[in-house]
């Protein structure tokens, strides 16, 4: 990946990419847009080698390549303020914005390549989608552990729909320490007990290639308290409920909502 990497939109997702990759000596210039000022100071002296900019175009002129991260709605009055030339690359965070909306905003045609990164990519641990493939995106987010190249936008856009269960994973257990708490616990106990649970299992998913099925089947005997859990709530209309608002999310970040 080329040594400079410029950054417009400096808020939570970017700067766990610049923090991920400033965990090794060995990372990229960063050029950081201005507006954020406090967040981008801070990033720019806890790290070598990150610098903010006067403007946003002061970060394009001094980047190879550079990734946006700003909200949707802020796309087409960034981009349309900047000049940027066709030998860049903008690497685009933004969500639900396709090629064919962001090629209009970029008259110079710049290359560019969707992703998705993750929040654990602070901590190198974010498997980041991208899409179309490029060796050098590829490379540089490789590093915060992963990536995975969808073939068509389309199968990108489903990518964005399955990051939207996240929090919906957080209230699953709130639900779960919730009702320790209705049941007499402290809400301390019961969260630490929860967490406990939890951060185990995660670090499982980090560190075997299992399937989901055979974890299924791994933490549940026959007839158990587990398997009576899986069944009870996770009904077919549970799965199905799931499955509906998937395929909602997806119909949103791809405009047919
Ligand atoms: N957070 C995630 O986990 C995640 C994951 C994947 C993709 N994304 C996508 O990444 C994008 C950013 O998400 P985020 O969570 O990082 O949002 P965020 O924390 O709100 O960051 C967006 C940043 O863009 C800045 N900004 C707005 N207008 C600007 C301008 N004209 N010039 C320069 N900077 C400008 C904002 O500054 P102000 O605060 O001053 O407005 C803010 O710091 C979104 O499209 C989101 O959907 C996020």
């Known amino acids: 990946m ?8 400096v808020g939570e ?5 610049v923090e991920g990759s400033c965990a090794s000596g060995d990372h990229p210039g960063f050029f950081l847009s201005p507006r954020n000022a406090e967040r981008s100071a801070r990033l720019a002296s806890d790290f070598d080698r990150v610098e903010v900019c006067e403007s946003n175009q002061d970060v394009v002129d001094r980047s190879d390549h550079i990734i946006v991260s700003v909200l949707p709605q802020q796309t087409e009055s960034v981009l349309s303020a900047l000049d940027i030339p066709s030998d860049r690359t903008l690497i685009s965070a933004i969500t639900g ?16 390549v969707r992703v998705i990164p993750l ?9 980041t989608a991208v899409y179309p493939d490029h060796p050098q995106v590829e490379e540089f987010f490789d590093v915060l552990v992963g990536t995975v190249v969808a073939e068509t936008e389309q199968l990108f856009s489903t990518l964005s729909a399955t990051t939207a269960t996240m929090s919906a994973y957080y209230a699953y257990l709130q639900t779960i320490a919730d009702w320790l708490v209705s049941q007499g616990w402290g809400r301390v106990d019961a969260d630490r007990i929860i967490r406990g649970q939890f951060a185990g299992l995660g670090n ?10 055979d ?8 007839g158990g308290l587990n398997e009576m859990l899986h069944r009870e709530w996770m009904d077919e209309n549970n799965v199905a ?3 509906t608002s998937l395929d909602r999310v997806f119909a949103r970040v791809t405009g047919k909502d």
């Not at 080329?2 to 939109?9: E, M, V």
């Not at 914005?97 to 560019?112: R, T």
């Open 97 to 112: 914005v396709s090629v064919e909306a962001l090629s209009p905003l970029l008259p110079q045609k710049p290359s560019i």
């Open 204 to 213: 499982k998913l980090s560190t075997t290639d299992s399937s989901f099925a």
């Open 215 to 222: 974890l299924v089947a791994g933490h549940e005997t026959p």
């Open 2 to 9: 080329s040594r400079t990497i410029g950054i417009i939109g």
């Open 13 to 17: 997702i970017a700067s766990a990419i």
């Open 119 to 127: 929040p654990p990519v602070r901590e190198r641990q974010g498997v």
């Open 241 to 243: 409920a799931l499955s």
